[in-house]
């Protein structure tokens, strides 16, 4: 069965710098969510879309934006990264529609800032 | 204010030994509750899930885990552990729209 798909897997960038993660939900879901996990730390919700409208808001600081789109993939923009946003970020995308919103969770993307 | 609580953050055991990990929530609404698993390295994978029903729930590798609503409670267990059940155990419940997860619990199996 197809999976949440993220991309890039890695990605290393200098402070300062901007980065875009990418992230296509399983087919025929309509939400998406974005989690960043620090090391050893637990995963934090930051935000999450539902029909290309934010639904929820989380810890996501005002540097990062993100979207999603008509094919509902969505795109989570990092400006003047630092240090401590190296973790890794994941996304995940359920089907909310009938209220069945089980979230299933991508490989997730390593983003490492130098 | 919706939280999950874990309250062993380390746990060493030998091989074959019982685990039971605790987990305890905070949350007014319907309740959805989730234990991931994450070896090292990779990401979150579905261990079991409670939506509704026998509070008793199986899942994968042997895992279960016990709903005790009058407790708050959704600890994991399993009778004999491996080694390759080294890992992180992350306890969740499900929000309005978010996932709210517990600090997680670190399981070292020793052979």
């Known amino acids: 069965a197809a999976g949440v798909i993220q991309s890039p897997r890695h990605l290393i960038k200098e402070k300062r710098e901007t980065a875009t993660l990418k992230c296509y939900p399983i087919p025929r879901h309509d939400t998406v969510y974005w989690y960043q996990q620090g090391p050893g730390q637990d995963p934090q919700f930051l935000i999450s879309f539902y029909e290309k409208m934010q639904s929820d808001k989380g810890s996501i600081p005002d540097r990062f934006s993100a979207q999603q789109f008509s094919d509902y993939h969505s795109e989570l923009n990092m400006s003047s990264l630092e240090l401590g946003d190296s973790a890794l970020y994941f996304c995940?995308?359920?089907?909310?529609?009938?209220?069945?919103?089980?979230?299933?969770f991508g490989p997730g993307t390593r983003l490492t800032v130098l | 204010a919706q939280s999950v609580s874990q309250h062993n953050h380390h746990v060493i055991l030998s091989e074959a030994a019982s685990l039971e990990l605790g987990c305890n929530y905070s949350?007014?609404?319907?309740?959805?509750l989730f234990w991931y698993v994450q070896y090292p390295g990779q990401h979150l994978q579905l261990l079991l899930k409670y939506f509704s029903g026998d509070p008793l729930v199986k899942g994968i590798k042997g895992f279960e885990a016990e709903f005790i609503k009058s407790k708050f409670s959704f600890n994991l267990r399993k009778p004999s552990v491996q080694g390759s059940d080294t890992a992180e155990y992350f306890c969740a419940v499900r929000g309005t729209y978010k996932y709210i997860f517990g600090t997680g619990t670190r399981l070292k199996v020793l052979a």
């Open positions: 995940a995308s359920s089907l909310s529609r009938g209220g069945y919103n089980e979230q299933f």
């Open positions: 949350y007014g609404g319907t309740v959805n």
